[in-house]
């Protein structure tokens, strides 16, 4: 929808020096990537703009787009047991334990190109400069595509992530999507075994330790004016389906105080939900919101929405939470509406682990940002589900148009990638060299 | 859903006289009527509950049906150009003008099985008492069982009233449904023809009068222990398609402070509405709200929502659309969202004939109710769009269930049925022979 790239950052034709005063970098390597995202974005369930859910036919469009870039990168490739595109790049000794670095290709609805999908790119691309060197380094570097990080299909978010740590549940196979496809018969859909989801996980010890590189989807290195950082902890989320549940009735024929509006009450926890989270320094969102049963002259008679509850320190979060419902109750209570809530995810607070988010500082630093940045990242990311299998840090790269996110505008610069590349690729260098 | 009729009053088995101390005078005409609702109500586009719109598959089905029991009751029917059933019993000299019936045999979606339909099944066997006496009268009688008067397809109501009453606008051809269908691609679909449309408008001077039975769709025949009452006036709707956009965005990423937040700025204005609608006596409901892109982890973007607006007092109902506007526009200068609205309705309140209403008045008062109460109509009916083809009068028939409709538990009694048909007839007896 958006340019990739503004115009002043193009690179220069080949051939002719480029005569910027702040040089970008390896510009075509930061190139291809930007290139490979359009090409990725252009994979879509909608007509405009980019929708891909978990096990969809989009999916498997990707993952073999990814398994092409893999292949001429050196990786020898697999689609895993939960539908992630894996690959992996030899060790000088082979079946030696692995760095793993990984995104998800999956989006939101109506997405933008880069989020998660530049963290698999940057990863292919650091394995394609050891490839063109002749590096084998003493780890094998692998990279997973995961399939489900957002969770728009089923609610459950991760679940690509997951099952590659591991920590599959099974009462997820149950989990509807709107067209009420369990996640059950979705996997056999699109040709995977369900019983043999566990597969998807690596043997414990053959991997040392998982990088992730990200755009921030915040506004924060922008207003810093840096290009990286070194992410410290993911905030804990909790989603809940939310239903507000009264009484449908003609519009016209029922007073105001004989009314059990669902609406009228959804609309209130609504209000509640930002200014609860807002003073207690939480983010929260109510991101899907129907009324039912939709007719313009029909009372609302049930409401159906959905809440995202995020904070850096998981007791707040949860206060917040308790609040809210306190809220819904009183409100329920008040207009005659009946109030549920269902957990469909819940993630505690994760911190990266300190000898890997210093290998990530050191490769920031090698760049020439000498004091790297260090944010906390209110967003999830695949690192949090990663991190009960390994270690883990992430590398947050700078995002434009004030950093907005899950959204068409969604932008970074070819001198970010460039220098994003540049820093992933020392970090994963000085892991495998702390790992030999 | 529920049973059509309490227990209690159930008609006695044929052959033995009924022992109630209130006896139930013609039940098996009133049981025919509610047999009918019932057959009708099994003709639905969902599964459960009754979903039946303007020119589709059940809009057919339930045409055919009527006009089955139209010619039983000795008439001629058609279909008319705009897709409403009609019937006309002729008078005693063939050609003499007519009285016009109706009401609408369309739904909101998962209605009740009496609104509308009630009304239709009432008239037609008004006619069909007629038609087993014997009795030709001074004028003709007609029947039209209308194709949409709840707008529920195309946002637009009264579109099958309008087309009779000849008040069709030809801007509605390019209203779309929900899949994007057309007006006039559906008028074609169902075998119409968009040209003639106006030929569902009988000459000026052959309708001495519209009568419409209709159950109250409100508590307050219930709260005064009457069976019916006649309609003084109808309340003036307007109908508004509103959106609120703002930004979407990450549900991690982005702080409160930098949030475009187009769900929790509808919020404030679904609130508003409630409270400016309430203060100024008038009635005011959002009945559809849906945020987008809907993904539970993104800021919403952007949110459409309806209104509709009602008072008995015109001016009073514009002065809270002024208020509503200026609280959504506050809102959105506030949060940095833009506030829009689309005028999709829009009807005066209408005043019913005093002529006609006495002999609404009239036929309830054969039945013993001497005084009978007199009540404004919150809700629109047909009767509003005739209203611009000649003279009309309504009588409401108490629901139970506290006054419930436009929802499955929409009620009315075998006995209520009973005295309105008396009622009924004897208003258009009286009207036949004032009209002589």
Chains 1, 2 share one sequence.
Not at 78 to 83: H, L, S
Not at 405 to 424: C, N
């Amino acid at each position: 929808m958006s340019p990739a790239v503004p115009a002043a950052a193009q690179p220069a034709p080949a051939g002719r020096p480029a005569p910027d005063p702040h040089p970008v970098p390896h510009p075509s390597d930061a190139r291809t990537i930007l290139d490979r995202c359009d090409e990725l974005a252009a994979v879509s369930s909608t007509h405009h703009g980019i929708t891909r859910v978990y096990l969809s036919p989009e999916h498997a469009r990707v993952n073999a787009l990814a398994a092409g870039w893999m292949t001429a990168a050196g990786m020898t490739t697999w689609q895993d047991a939960a539908g992630n595109q894996r690959g992996r790049y030899e060790a000088a000794e082979p079946g030696a334990p692995a760095i793993l670095l990984g995104s998800h290709l999956d989006t939101v609805p109506d997405a933008g190109r880069y989020d998660g999908i530049l963290g698999v790119l940057l990863a292919i691309a650091v394995v394609e400069r050891l490839h063109r060197a002749g590096t084998r380094l003493p780890v094998a570097v692998e990279v997973a595509a995961f399939g489900d990080e957002e969770g728009t299909r089923f609610g459950t978010a991760l679940l690509g992530s997951r099952a590659l740590a591991g920590t599959w549940d099974d009462a997820w196979w149950q989990l509807v999507d709107e067209a009420g496809t369990t996640l059950r018969d979705a996997f056999t859909a699109f040709g995977l075994d369900p019983a043999a989801v566990g597969d998807a996980a690596p043997p414990r010890g053959s991997v040392v330790g998982y990088l992730e590189a990200h755009i921030e989807q915040g506004p924060y290195l922008l207003e810093a004016d840096r290009a990286l950082a070194v992410v410290s902890s993911i905030a804990g989320a909790r989603r809940f389906e939310l239903t507000m549940t009264g009484v449908a009735g003609h519009a016209g024929g029922v007073p105001f105080h004989r009314r059990h509006d669902a609406l009228a009450g959804a609309s209130e926890v609504v209000l509640a939900v930002e200014r609860l989270a807002r003073d207690a320094d939480c983010v929260a969102t109510v991101g899907r919101l129907e009324a039912f049963p939709g007719g313009v002259n029909v009372i609302p008679g049930l409401v159906e929405f959905s809440l995202d509850l995020r904070g850096e320190h998981d007791d707040r979060r949860d206060e917040v939470w308790a609040a809210v419902r306190e809220a819904a109750a009183e409100v329920g209570e008040r207009r005659g509406l009946a109030f549920a809530a269902h957990e469909t995810h819940s993630a505690p607070a994760v911190v990266a682990s300190p000898a890997l988010r210093d290998v990530v500082r050191d490769g920031i630093a090698a760049t020439g940002d000498t004091d790297p940045m260090v944010l906390f990242s209110k967003a999830g990311h695949d690192a949090m589900a990663v991190a009960e299998l390994t270690d883990w840090a992430m590398l947050f790269v700078r995002c434009g148009n004030g950093g907005i996110s899950h959204h068409p505008d969604e932008i970074v610069t070819l001198a970010d990638v460039a220098v994003a590349l540049d820093a992933f690729e020392a970090s994963v260098r000085a892991l495998a060299e702390r790992s030999r």
